[in-house]
């Protein structure tokens, strides 16, 4: 059930950022909610255009996601695939014939002259999300892993790789070339913004490619708003992908304080798992309120509680700085 609530800006990668950006979506009214969506993910492949972290969004807020991976489509089949294969093509990066649909129209509007932003929102309105989802940049970016055998795109180091490679850096090419897409400036203004959640994502390379958009940052920090991240390690492990891995070969500590350290001045406050109750005074010393609460999202009721328990800290933040 919608209710009343704060004006919220989210930041979000792709699977777990999701989980929040549901709970968000489900706790909101539809104009008081904006996800910005990182695109340090996207890549071509195969001739198309392919947007993981917004298709993720997408798919999640809409109800057509597959359930099981937190990725694709549901009830997905995978004939283009099969015959990709049997053509000799390149098969490390599946995509189903219903998501296939989604980089071709893609693809063929960004070819015509169409920006991602305009795609991407006439995409969530034909699929009935009413929140906005908006590109970090309409200017391409794209992540690249640094290894000891040298630099690997993201997908190749992700998927094709299965993130096996040492990490020991990032760069995000395009950034220093790129600009915040049309809305986020004004999403980010006034007096009526409540929240600036950054979701539980990895922070290098979900939320660190949001940041490395010159300009966007700043708009965070001038933001009247409270910046509460959610953390993405619990009890020193990710719930999803190869945060804590990455923490590791980058010579960090691979727990939740490391997190609230990365993020830095720009926190106020800071969502912890219940699980990590030893850490809160590590995180507090750093300046950054906390929020000990369960963070694992399994159901749809898992989603909906904790957005609303990060909104309300939000707010008592808010308050508590107006006070």
Not at 281 to 296: K, N, W, Y
């Amino acid at each position: 059930m919608t209710t009343q609530a704060p004006r919220c800006v989210a930041l979000s990668g792709g699977v777990g950022g999701a989980k929040l950006a549901l709970g968000l979506a489900r706790t909101l009214l539809p104009e008081d909610l904006t996800i910005i969506a990182n695109t340090g993910d996207d890549f071509e492949h195969l001739g198309l255009t392919i947007c993981p972290d917004i298709d993720t969004l997408t798919y999640t807020l809409a109800g057509i996601s597959n359930t099981e991976t937190g990725w694709g489509r549901g009830g997905e089949t995978w004939q283009f695939m099969a015959s990709m294969e049997a053509l000799g093509g390149e098969t490390w990066f599946q995509l189903g014939d219903r998501d296939l649909a989604t980089h071709v129209e893609r693809s063929r509007r960004l070819a015509s002259g169409e920006t991602l932003t305009g795609i991407t929102g006439d995409f969530r309105q034909r699929l009935g999300i009413e929140p906005k989802i908006l590109p970090m940049s309409d200017t391409p970016v794209r992540t690249i892993v640094e290894t000891p055998d040298g630099p690997l795109p993201f997908q190749h180091y992700f998927v094709r790789e299965q993130c096996a490679p040492v990490v020991t850096g990032f760069r995000f090419d395009g950034a220093a070339d790129a600009h915040p897409a049309p809305g986020i400036a004004e999403a980010l203004a006034g007096d009526d913004l409540s929240a600036v959640v950054i979701c539980p994502s990895n922070p290098f390379i979900s939320i660190d490619p949001i940041f490395a958009v010159p300009g966007l940052r700043d708009m965070l920090t001038a933001a009247k708003a409270p910046v509460v991240a959610v953390s993405p390690i619990v009890g020193g492990k990710a719930l999803k992908g190869p945060t804590a891995k990455m923490m590791t070969e980058l010579g960090l500590d691979s727990d939740a304080v490391a997190v609230a350290r990365h993020y830095g001045d720009l926190l106020d406050g800071f969502v912890l798992d219940s699980s990590d109750a030893g850490s809160d005074d590590a995180v507090r010393s750093l300046g950054v309120d906390v929020l000990m609460t369960d963070t694992i999202m399994k159901t749809l009721a898992d989603k909906e509680r904790l957005a609303r328990e990060v909104l309300t800290f939000a707010e008592k933040l808010g308050n508590s700085s107006h006070g």
